[in-house]
């Protein structure tokens, strides 16, 4: 998308700007109150923005158009309040609301995310989706967006999931109605079991004809199994422990006794201060002995041989009490015997309950059908927001590498799209941090908007970092329009930037771009819509 032409103004006064180009653009001035901010504002106001112009500017009382170009189709839009006229060729249509221009862009200039908010799927607000490519001048605050009255920092993120593919999608699922679902067949389960109290005796013949009770038995067994199983794990675990701390104290003890015969036949000293002082350090509690005193060595050597025979003794508990444990576990596995007489014996009373058993099988099978579904589901929702996690690190991720190639020696550090509330950034940090995040939505969004930053240099954005920030932008293939107002000193600066279109607004009355000048010219534009001021 280009913007190409701006055209501002009533019967009265008029301003307008044809000297866009399809690449880097800088307006600029000598001074404030030149009419940059109200060209940059206006851009996008004629796209549905909610502009903040500069106070005292009756933006309602002009109309606003622009000439566009996106895909190689041309077309002007004009804005008049609330009331949008797209014209294209020789047609055109009247919009009487944002909310009804907004579904035009939708269908006709690009296709807006959609965000789940007040419980209902919505296409994102204009002003919200626009603030991926647009930072004004004013209302600046880095812990939330701009015109946040209805839309918050939330709503923006989540908008930026949509826009990647992986935004809010209701589950075709409903999760909630299958658990209720769930708990209504336990409780029927639950009724069945107590009136039919022969399926809760722990019987073996019962347990071999009736389902439930086989079901229920099989399910205590393999608790039993796996809790039994893993008290086993648990002792190996601590019998290796064992093991390990047996063979260091050993190679420990085989080290010093090694130390203890090197005195009787020459001296240990250290190659650098040649001292003959070894020490033991105890690591556990950074405890260092002198080992090279004989007495005090042959007390480390026999806590050394203790803690073996601690060991020792241990591992031979370890080893009982695993035997024990491998002992219980092969009873568990192995199956009870039922007798035919058994069987018999219960012949009656498991006949009776025949078909309450088959109901609880049955409840059995659609309890777990139903946390199939549901587990499914939320294996789909993790997948998503693993996803989401992927964008929004490449995106802080792009941003912070922006932000060191402009700024070498900055400590700050973008972990989130939006500062907290007590730690915003201000001046020439808060302009760093605009640019870093329109230049790394538009890396890994891929959009093909025109991006637009008033006073991109606020805060005393120092030269140089202001040469890295147009050489980065530069490389991007979007549109790029940015304001900025330069001291007496720096007249001329923009000379050497031979990629840019430099735009002078210095020539301006000092708040009052708008003039008789250009009426003529702009009522003729007017007329294309097919309406008189």
């Known amino acids: ?9 009533n019967k009265k006064e ?4 044809k000297q866009l180009e399809p690449k880097l653009n800088i307006i600029f001035s000598d001074d404030n109150n030149k009419g940059k901010t109200i060209v940059a504002q206006g851009l996008y106001y004629v796209l549905g923005n909610e502009p903040i112009f500069p106070s005292g500017f009756e933006y309602k009382n002009y109309y606003f158009i622009a000439d566009i170009e996106l895909d190689d189709d041309n077309f002007s839009i004009c804005r008049k309040d609330k009331t949008f006229i797209v014209k294209r060729g020789k047609s055109f249509n009247i919009y009487d609301s944002v909310s009804d221009f907004k579904r035009f862009f939708d269908k006709n200039i690009y296709k807006l995310p959609i965000i789940f908010k007040d419980n209902k799927e919505k296409l994102a607000e204009l002003d919200l989706f626009i603030q991926l490519f647009f930072v004004g001048q004013d209302g600046r605050d880095t812990s939330k967006i701009f015109n946040s009255s209805y839309c918050n920092k939330d709503d923006f993120i989540n908008m930026i999931y949509s826009y990647m593919g992986c935004g809010y999608k209701p589950s075709e699922i409903d999760q909630d109605k299958l658990k209720e679902k769930i708990n209504i067949l336990n409780e029927e389960k639950k009724l069945l079991i107590t009136q039919n109290k022969i399926l809760k005796k722990d019987i073996p013949a019962i347990r071999t004809a009736s389902y439930t009770q086989d079901r229920e038995a099989l399910l205590k067994k393999i608790s039993q199994l796996e809790n039994k199983k893993n008290e086993i794990i648990e002792l190996k675990k601590e019998r290796n422990r064992c093991y ?3 063979l260091k104290n050993e190679s420990l003890l085989e080290e010093l006794g090694s130390l203890n015969r090197s005195f009787s036949e020459g001296s240990v000293v250290c ?9 033991y350090l105890n690591k556990k509690n950074d405890i260092s002995f002198d080992a090279s005193d004989a007495e005090i060595r042959k007390n480390i050597l026999a806590s050394i041989e203790a803690r073996i025979d601690t060991n020792k003794e241990e591992i031979i508990k370890l080893d009982i009490e695993l035997k024990k444990k491998q002992s219980e576990l092969n009873v568990l596995l192995q199956e009870e015997d039922v007798s035919l007489e058994n069987l018999l014996l219960y012949k009656s009373e498991l006949v009776s309950v025949s078909d309450v058993d088959a109901r609880i099988e049955e409840i059995d099978k659609n309890i777990a059908n139903y946390k199939n579904i549901i587990s499914s589901a939320k294996l789909k929702q993790e997948g998503n927001s693993s996803s989401k996690r992927e964008i929004l690190n490449k995106i802080l991720s792009e941003m912070n590498k922006f932000y060191k190639e402009i700024d070498i020696d900055g400590k700050l550090i973008f972990d989130q799209l939006f500062t907290i509330k007590n730690e915003v950034y201000s001046g020439s940090e808060a302009a760093e941090f605009y640019l870093s995040k329109l230049y790394a939505l538009a890396k890994v969004l891929n959009h093909n908007f025109p991006i637009v930053m008033d006073a991109f240099r606020d805060g005393e954005l120092s030269t140089p970092k202001e040469k890295e920030v147009i050489d980065k ?14 001291k007496e000193q720096e007249k001329g600066k923009y000379d050497d930037f031979e990629k840019t279109n430099k735009i002078d607004y210095s020539y301006h009355k000092t708040c009052q771009i708008l003039t008789p000048n250009d ?6 534009k007017v007329e294309e819509f097919s309406f008189v001021l």
Request: net charge positive; with cysteine.
């Open 473 to 486: 932008f530069n490389t991007l293939p979007n549109q790029i329009i940015f304001t900025s107002t330069l």
């Open 1 to 9: 998308m280009i913007f190409k032409k701006l055209y501002i103004g």
């Open 271 to 279: 190659l650098d201060c040649n001292s003959s002082h070894i020490g």
């Open 519 to 524: 009426v003529a010219e702009f009522l003729n």
């Open 244 to 246: 390990n701390k047996k």
């Open 14 to 17: 008029a301003y307008i700007e």
